[in-house]
C-alpha cells in the first residue's frame, strides 16, 4: 500500500509543477528558465523540512513517502532543468547555461538546509 502514498503524493506534484513553471515562466520574460529553478527550489525546501522533521523525530515513514517520494519526485524534475541548460548551451548562452547550473545547486542547497533549520527549530 505504499504505492498509493506515494501516487497520491504525485498526483499533486506533478499538475502543480506543470501550473507553477508556466506561472512563472510567463512573469519572466528572459531565456532563463525560472520555473524550473523554482520548482526545483521549493521541492528542496520541503525535502529540507522533512529531513529536519525526521532528526526532531517527528516524521513518519508514511509522510515521507507521501510528501518525500509523492511529491518533491513529482515538482522536481532533474530531466527537464538538464535539458533546458543544454537549450541554453547549445544557442549560444554559456553564461546562462552556467548559471543555472550553479544557482540551482546553490540554490537547493540552500533551501535544503532552510528547510531542515526551520522544522527542526519548531519541531525539537
Excluded at 512563472?24 to 522533521?53: E, I, S
Excluded at 515521507?64 to 530531466?79: E, I, K, P, R, V
Excluded at 543555472?100 to 519548531?122: K, W
Amino acid at each position: 500500500m505504499n504505492w498509493l502514498l506515494v501516487v497520491a503524493g504525485a498526483v499533486v506534484g506533478a499538475p502543480l509543477r506543470y501550473l507553477t513553471d508556466r506561472a512563472v515562466q510567463a512573469r519572466h520574460r528572459t531565456l532563463f528558465p525560472w520555473g524550473t529553478f523554482t520548482v526545483n527550489a521549493a521541492a528542496c525546501l520541503v525535502l529540507g523540512a522533512l529531513a529536519g522533521a525526521a532528526l526532531a523525530g517527528a516524521s513518519s515513514s508514511r509522510l515521507d513517502l507521501l510528501l518525500g517520494t509523492g511529491l518533491c519526485g513529482a515538482l522536481s524534475t532533474y530531466s527537464t532543468f538538464s535539458y533546458e541548460t543544454l537549450r541554453l548551451a547549445e544557442r549560444g548562452r554559456t553564461f546562462l547555461a552556467g548559471a543555472n547550473v550553479v544557482a540551482s545547486v546553490l540554490v537547493g542547497l540552500g533551501a535544503v538546509h532552510l528547510g531542515s533549520q526551520v522544522a527542526r527549530q519548531l519541531l525539537g
